[in-house]
C-alpha cells in the first residue's frame, strides 16, 4: 500500500515547462511516486536527457515532446500528438511560464504577446482539453486526477515594472481557484501552487537580476509544499510555498493600495540601488 494519501501510480502525468527548475523537479516526484510522464518544453536535449535520468532512477517512461507553447495553435499541435499515440493524461501540471521586467513601454511588443500568451491563454486552453479525462480519472477509484497551475505570489498584488507577469499570475490563481469549486465532488485535486522567489531560471528569462530580494526557496523544498498539499485528504483551492511568502500573501490585504503600491514600486524600479 502507498503510504502517499495521492498516489498516481500507473497514471500519466503531463507537465509543461519541464525541461529544467520547477518542471523538472515535479518530474522527479510523479515519477518516484510511479507515474509516467509527458514532458513538454522548447529544449528537447534536456527533456531527453531528464527522460532518460528518470527511467534509470525509477523505471517510468517518458514521452518528449519539445514544442513552444507561444506558437500559434500550440495546444492543438499537442493534443493532436497525445491522440496520435493514444496518450490518456490523468494529471497535468500547467508548469510554463516566464515574466518580464522594465517599464511597460520599453517591453517589446512580441514579448509581451508570448507572455500572456503563455502564462494565460496556452494554461487555459491545455487545461480546457484535457480536462474531461482529468475529470475521469478523478472519478476513478481509488481518485488519480490533479490538476496543478503554477501561479506566484505575485498574483496578490501588483507589481510595478512586472505589470504583465503579476496580472497574469492573478488570472491564474482565480482560474484555477474557480475550477476547484467547479471539480468539488468529483475527486480531482485542483490546486493553485504560489512560490515566492525561487533558485530557477527566473531572473535569467525575465533578464532581471535586481528586482528580487530575501533568500529563494529551492525548487525542491517548492515542490515538497505542493506535494504535502495534495496528500492532504482535502486539498485547499491554493496554496503559498514558504511561511514567510504565505504571511506576506496575507498581509497584503491589510495595506491601503496607494501605499502597497508605494512601497512595491519603490522596491521594483529598475536601476535602484538595494
Sequence with gaps: MSRFVFNPIGTTVLITGASSGLGAEFAREFAARGADLVLVARRQDRLEALAVDLAERFGTVSTV?????????????????LEQRGIRVASLVNNAGFGSYGHFGALDAERVRQEVTLNVLALTEL????????????????????????????AFQPVPFMSV???????????TEGLWYEAKGNGLKVLALCPGPTATEFKTV?????????????????IATT???LDARSTPPRVVSGVANALAARGVRLV?????LTVLGRNTTPGRRR
Excluded: C
Excluded at 514544442?67 to 500559434?72: Q, V
Design 127 to 154: 487545461t480546457r482539453a484535457l480536462w474531461p479525462e482529468l475529470i475521469a480519472h478523478g472519478r476513478s477509484a481509488p481518485a488519480t486526477g490533479a490538476l496543478i497551475n503554477v501561479a506566484s505570489t505575485a
Design 165 to 175: 507577469y503579476g496580472a497574469t499570475k492573478s488570472y491564474v490563481l482565480s482560474f
Design 206 to 222: 525575465a533578464e532581471n537580476e535586481e528586482v528580487f530580494f530575501g533568500n529563494p526557496q529551492s525548487a525542491t523544498q517548492v
Design 256 to 260: 491601503p493600495q496607494r501605499s502597497l
Design 227 to 229: 506535494f504535502r498539499a
Design 65 to 81: 515532446i519539445p514544442l513552444d507553447l507561444t506558437a500559434p495553435g500550440a495546444v492543438a499541435v499537442l493534443v493532436a500528438e
